[in-house]
C-alpha cells in the first residue's frame, strides 16, 4: 500500500510518474532504516541492499542513495517532494542542499523561494502558511540560520524547516581574511563556525543536485565533514566527471533518457545530415560551413514550423536558436566574426549572436549572460556560440538546433550539452512522432559531422537512446532552401475578404472574385462574418443563414456596428445596401461551408460541477494600456481576421464587464445560466482593476475591447483552481450539441521555398514525397489548397471531387473538427464530405493498420459522433451522417464515393 503522505504529496506537487516512484522509493527505505546519527551504516547497506540490489555501496561516510532522472523530468521538483515528505513524516527540519556552480545555486534559491513560479512546495499546505526558512551561502553568516538551546530560531518568522542551499566552493574554495573557508571559520555569535553548527545537528539530511560534480577528493571531504543522517543524490548521469568515468555503486533508482523520450517528458533527439555528402571531400574550412548553412536551413523549418503551431492552436509563441559548441575561445570568436559578415546569409545575424565562455570579461560577459537568461523570451540572438560553458543549470525550451564544431571531451560533457535543447516548451509533447504533423516541434536536431560518428553509432546500440536521421537537401527531410508559411483562407473568406494565398502556381482561375463593390462595402462585409460567427451556437447549420428573418437579423447588428464606426460618415454605405451585402455573406457562408456541429461529453444529472466562489488574485499583474487605433494594425500579421486597427470590427457592449464575460462564455467549461453572477463578479474586479490605473472611461473601454480575451483568459485561469466536479459513472454522460457549425478558418502550411502548387490530380514522384507538397485545382473543395500526408488520400480527393454526387468537401485542419476517442486525445478525420443525401467521415488506412487499436478506438469514437450527429441533424431536417474507414489498395480509378461507403462504412 501507498503510504497515505507519499499519495498526499504526489498529488500536491502533480508529480510525473519516474518523480513519484522515486518518493515511493526513499519512504520504503525509511521504513526499512532508521535514521540517526552516527548509525551503523553497514547494516542500512545491507538492509537496502537486499531490497535494491543496484545499491552496492553509499560511497560516503553516510547513507547516501542517488536517484538518476533524465534530464527534463524535474530534479528540482523531486528534492521539494522529498523535503516535504521527510518533514512531514517527522524524519527531519533541517536540510542541506548542495550545488556544483554558481548557475545552479542561484537557480535553487529562486525555486525554493515562495515568490517563484516554479517554487517547489507550491500546493503543500503545512508550507503555505509557514514558508521553510532558506539559508544561503550569501546570509548565513548573519546567523539566521541557527537554532539556540531550546530550539529557539534566529529565525524572526520562526520557521520550522531550515532549508540551507550552497555552492560547493562557498564551504571548501571561499577563504576568509584568515585563510580558512569562511564557512569554517570561528562566529562569535554562536561561539563556533556555521559548518561546525550544522555538523552537530542531529537530523540534518543532505540533497546533491548534479552529484556527479562532488566525487573529487577535495568535495567529498568537504561534505562528509557536515555529517548528515542521510544523503540523498540526484544526477541524469551517474558516472564520475572524466575521460575515466566510472558508474556510481549507489543508484537506487535508475530513469534513463530514452525512458523519458518514450513517456514523452522531453525533445526527441534526431541527427541531420546532408543528402550523398561525403565529409571527406571538402576541406575543414568548407565542412564547417557547410554544417553552419545546413543548421540554418533547419532552423528556419523550425521557425515556421513553431509560427504555424503558434497561429493553429493560439499556444504562445516560440523563437528558436541554434548552439554552435567551439573548440576554444579563438574559434569562437572567428565563428561569431564569420556568422555576422555579409558572406553568411547576406549578414542576416549581425546583432544576433551570443558568444558565451570564460575568457569574456566585464561589459561583453555581462551583455553575454544577459542575452542567455532572455532567450526564450526576447527573440533577439538566434544563435549561441560557447566552448565548454553552458553545462548543468542552463535550461531553455527553445533549443532546437545544435552544431558540434569540436570533437566532445567526454561522454559526459555531450550527454550535458544535448540536455540544454531536451526541454519541452509546452511543459509535454504535442505531437505524435514521426511524420506528425507538428513532429519538429518535438524534436532537438544535431546536425552531425564525421566527429559525431561514434555518439551517433552508440546512440543506435541496444538500450541507448535512438536518434532519427534527418536528411538536408533535395529530396531529404529538410528542404536545403528553407521554409516559407503560407496561409490558405477559405474559399468563403476569399469571396468576402478577397484574401489570397500567396504561393507561386496558384492560377487567376483559381482566384474567386472579390464581390463588393468599395473597401468600406468589403469591410462591412467583414463584420458581417464576425457577426456570423456569434450565430454558430444559435442555428442549427450554416443552411439556416439562406432564411431571410436570420439574415434579417444579422443585418440589424452589422448595420449597428457599421453606423457606429463610420460615425461622421454616416451614408458612405446606404442602408438597403448593407441587406444585400448581409445577403450575399450568408448566401456565400451556406454555399462554401460544410456544417460540422461541435459535439461534447456532458453529464446527464443537474448538479454536476461547479465552480466554487472566490476572489480573484493577482490583479495588480494587469497593468495593460490602451492601444491607439494607428498602432493596432500591426496585429494584421498575426491574427488575419481580427483587424483591431478599425473600430469597424469592434463590437461594442452595454457594460464593461460584457467584454470579458462574451469570450468566458465561449469555453464549454461554462454553463451561463448557473454560474452568470460569479462571471460578471470576477469580471467587475478586472474592470476595476484596469479603471484604477487609467484616467477615464475611454481608456478603459479601449483596454477591455483591445485585451477582453487575454483578460478573459486571466480569469479562467484562475476559475479552474476552483472547479469542482462530483464523481460520475459512464453512463452518466451524454453526448450534446453545442455549435450547429463552424466558420471555415484559414489554414497555415509549412512549404518550401520556391515551391509551386501542384496539380492534385498528378501524383508526385516518388510518391514518399507526396506530404511535402501543397495541391491546388479543386473545384468542389471548401479550401483552395490542401496538403495529403500519403498518396492515396490525394488519390481519393480526386474520386471526391470529380463524384457528380459530391456537393463540397475539405480536409479539416489541426483543431477544426475533432473527436476524442481515449483519455481526451484527439483524433481528426482524413476528410468530410458533403453529398446531396448525406454528410460523410472518411478515413484513410493501409490495409495492415486497420487492425491496429489506435485505429480501431478512433473508428468506434468516429461511429458513436456521427449517430449523435444525425440524432441532432434529423431535428432540423439535416442530412444523416456515415463514417467509412477505407482500406488504401480500395482507391483505384473505377472507385466512387457511394461504392467506397457501400463496402466500408461503419456499421
Known amino acids: 500500500m501507498i503510504d497515505r503522505n507519499v499519495r498526499t504529496i504526489s498529488q500536491r506537487l502533480s508529480l510525473r510518474k519516474p518523480q513519484a516512484d522515486s518518493l515511493e522509493i526513499l519512504a520504503d527505505v525509511l521504513g526499512r532504516v532508521a535514521l540517526c546519527k552516527g548509525g551503523d551504516t553497514a547494516a542500512a547497506l545491507e538492509a537496502i541492499h537486499d531490497a535494491y540490489p543496484s545499491v552496492e555501496a553509499f560511497e560516503r561516510e553516510f547513507p547516501s542513495l542517488c536517484f538518476a532522472l533524465a534530464t527534463g523530468v524535474g530534479k528540482t521538483r523531486l528534492m521539494g517532494a522529498f523535503i516535504g515528505y521527510l518533514y512531514l513524516t517527522g524524519k527531519s527540519r533541517h536540510f542541506f542542499v548542495l550545488a556544483p556552480n554558481k548557475t545552479i545555486y542561484e537557480k535553487l534559491i529562486a525555486d525554493f523561494s515562495p515568490e517563484s513560479p516554479k517554487y517547489v512546495f507550491k500546493g503543500i499546505a503545512e508550507f503555505a502558511a509557514n514558508p521553510p526558512l532558506i539559508v544561503t551561502g550569501d546570509n548565513y553568516e548573519s546567523g539566521v540560520g541557527v537554532r539556540f538551546e531550546g530550539g529557539r530560531s534566529a529565525d524572526l518568522f520562526g520557521s520550522d524547516v531550515h532549508i540551507n542551499i550552497f555552492n560547493v566552493d562557498k564551504i571548501n574554495k571561499e577563504e576568509s581574511p584568515r585563510g580558512k573557508p569562511r564557512m569554517k571559520r570561528l562566529q562569535e555569535t554562536i561561539g563556533e563556525s556555521y559548518y561546525a553548527y550544522l555538523s552537530r545537528l542531529d537530523d540534518l539530511v543532505l540533497l546533491m543536485d ?372 448581409v445577403e450575399t455573406v450568408a448566401e456565400t457562408v451556406a454555399d462554401r461551408t460544410i456544417s460540422i456541429p461541435q459535439i461534447v461529453v456532458l453529464p446527464k444529472k443537474h448538479v454536476t460541477f461547479t465552480f466554487e466562489d472566490f476572489e480573484l488574485a493577482s490583479l495588480d499583474t494587469i497593468n495593460m494600456r490602451p492601444i491607439e487605433d494607428g498602432i493596432i494594425i500591426e496585429d494584421l500579421r498575426t491574427q488575419a481576421r481580427v483587424y483591431l486597427a478599425r473600430t469597424l470590427d469592434d463590437p461594442r457592449e452595454a457594460r464593461p464587464a460584457d467584454y470579458l464575460v462574451r469570450y468566458l462564455i465561449e469555453r464549454n467549461e461554462i454553463d451561463y445560466d448557473a454560474h452568470a453572477a460569479l462571471l460578471y463578479k470576477l469580471a467587475s474586479q478586472v474592470v476595476a482593476r484596469v479603471r484604477s490605473y487609467l484616467t477615464d472611461d475611454a481608456e478603459v473601454e479601449n483596454v477591455l475591447l483591445r485585451h477582453g480575451r487575454q483578460l478573459a483568459d486571466f480569469i479562467f485561469a484562475q476559475m479552474m483552481a476552483h472547479y469542482r466536479e462530483t464523481p460520475m459513472g459512464e453512463d452518466d454522460y451524454e453526448v450534446t450539441v453545442t455549435r450547429g457549425f463552424m466558420l471555415l478558418q484559414a489554414q497555415p502550411m509549412n512549404v518550401p521555398h520556391g515551391q509551386r502548387v501542384r496539380n492534385f490530380k498528378q501524383a508526385v514522384a516518388p510518391l514518399s514525397e507526396t506530404r511535402k507538397h501543397v495541391f491546388g485545382g479543386f473545384k468542389k473543395c471548401c479550401y483552395p489548397l490542401q496538403k495529403f500526408d500519403v498518396d492515396p488520400e490525394r488519390r481519393l480527393s480526386v474520386i471526391i471531387d470529380d463524384d457528380t454526387g459530391v456537393e463540397k468537401w475539405l480536409k479539416p485542419g489541426r483543431n477544426q473538427f475533432r473527436i476524442d476517442y481515449r483519455s481526451g486525445q484527439a483524433y481528426e478525420p482524413d476528410f468530410v464530405v458533403e453529398t446531396a443525401t448525406r454528410m460523410l467521415i472518411l478515413e484513410v488506412k493501409a490495409r495492415n493498420e486497420l487492425d491496429d487499436p489506435a485505429v480501431k478506438a478512433k473508428a468506434a469514437a468516429a461511429t458513436k459522433w456521427c449517430r449523435t450527429a444525425t440524432a441532432f441533424a434529423q431535428g432540423g431536417a439535416g442530412k444523416p451522417w456515415v463514417y467509412a474507414l477505407i482500406p488504401d489498395d480500395q482507391i483505384i480509378g473505377s472507385a466512387t464515393v457511394d461504392g467506397l461507403v457501400a463496402k466500408f462504412a461503419a456499421a
Open 210 to 581: 548534479e552529484a556527479h560534480r562532488y566525487r573529487a577528493s577535495a568535495g567529498a571531504n568537504a561534505i562528509d565533514g557536515l555529517k548528515p543522517i542521510l544523503g540523498l543524490e540526484l544526477t541524469a548521469t551517474p558516472k564520475t566527471v572524466g575521460t575515466r568515468s566510472v558508474p556510481f555503486r549507489n543508484v537506487i533508482y535508475d530513469y534513463t533518457l530514452g525512458q523519458a523520450m518514450a513517456d514523452g517528458f522531453v525533445k526527441e533527439p534526431a541527427v541531420a545530415t546532408r543528402k550523398d555528402f561525403d565529409p571527406r571531400s571538402v576541406g575543414e574550412q568548407e565542412l564547417e560551413q557547410i554544417k553552419l548553412e545546413d543548421a540554418v536551413h533547419y532552423h528556419d523549418h523550425v521557425a515556421v514550423e513553431l509560427d504555424r503551431y503558434h497561429r493553429t492552436t493560439g499556444a504562445p509563441k516560440v523563437m528558436p536558436f541554434i548552439l554552435v559548441v567551439a573548440a576554444d575561445t579563438t574559434e569562437a570568436k572567428r565563428l561569431r566574426e564569420f556568422i555576422e559578415s555579409e558572406k553568411f546569409f547576406k549578414g542576416r545575424f549581425k546583432g544576433k549572436v551570443a558568444e558565451v565562455h570564460s575568457a569574456l570579461r566585464g561589459e561583453e560577459s555581462e551583455d553575454a549572460m544577459q542575452r542567455l537568461v532572455a532567450l526564450e523570451t526576447d527573440g533577439r540572438t538566434e544563435i549561441v556560440i560557447h566552448v565548454n560553458k553552458l553545462k548543468e543549470g542552463w535550461d531553455v525550451t527553445n533549443l532546437y538546433t545544435i552544431v558540434p564544431l569540436r570533437a566532445s571531451a567526454s561522454e559526459i560533457l555531450t550527454e550535458q550539452t544535448l540536455g540544454r535543447g531536451l526541454r519541452l516548451p509546452f511543459g509535454k509533447r504535442v505531437s505524435n512522432g514521426g511524420d506528425d504533423e507538428f513532429a519538429a516541434v518535438d524534436r532537438l536536431t544535431v546536425i552531425a559531422h564525421e566527429r559525431f560518428d561514434d555518439i551517433i553509432a552508440k546512440a543506435r546500440e541496444p538500450g541507448s537512446i535512438v536518434m532519427k536521421p534527418l536528411e538536408i537537401g533535395e529530396g531529404g527531410d529538410i528542404p536545403a532552401t528553407g521554409s516559407t508559411l503560407v496561409t490558405a483562407p477559405s474559399i468563403a473568406e476569399m469571396i468576402v475578404t478577397g484574401a489570397q494565398p500567396e504561393i507561386s502556381g496558384f492560377g487567376e482561375a483559381e482566384r474567386p472574385a472579390f464581390v463588393f463593390r468599395s473597401v468600406e462595402e468589403g469591410r462591412a462585409a467583414e463584420v458581417t462574418l464576425d457577426v456570423i460567427k456569434r450565430y454558430e451556437r444559435k442555428l442549427g447549420s450554416a443552411e439556416a443563414l439562406r432564411d431571410k428573418d436570420v439574415q434579417k437579423q444579422i443585418a440589424e447588428e452589422v448595420r449597428e456596428l457599421v453606423r457606429h464606426a463610420q460615425g461622421t460618415l454616416e451614408g458612405v454605405i446606404e442602408a438597403p445596401r448593407i441587406d444585400q451585402i
